[in-house]
């Protein structure tokens, strides 16, 4: 998303300035980052679940990621590292410890 808004905030020249720019989606620049992220939380994972579940989980966690960033730029008074932390602990307590 933050490359989407890069990308439309970039300055452009003359009758370019309308376009977007076939192959410089947001989509397209963050899918490394996100099979990187997905990557890096199943190697761990592995470690403290059955396999099987691990994809499950490490979606559920980038999505808890993504909410926590999308909800600190919407929040006016922001959100706190504390209340982003808990949050995910919380989760991870009830999804690794049961």
């Known amino acids: ?11 452009h020249d003359g009758a370019e300035s ?13 899918r490394p980052l996100h099979c990187r992220m997905r990557s ?3 190697s761990v994972l592995v ?12 979606l559920s966690i980038t999505a808890l990621l993504n909410g926590l960033w999308l909800r600190a730029g919407l929040q006016s008074e922001g ?7 808990n949050q995910m602990r919380e989760y991870l307590k009830c999804r690794i410890l049961g």
Not at 18 to 30: F, I, N, W
Not at 79 to 85: F, S
């Open 47 to 58: 470690h403290l679940l059955p396999r099987g579940e691990c994809e499950a989980v490490a």
């Open 18 to 30: 309308d376009k977007l720019h076939p192959g410089t989606s947001g989509a397209e620049k963050s």
């Open 79 to 85: 959100l706190t590292r504390d209340i982003a932390i």
């Open 1 to 11: 998303m933050c490359f989407t808004w890069a990308e439309l905030k970039r300055p």
């Open 40 to 42: 890096n939380l199943v």
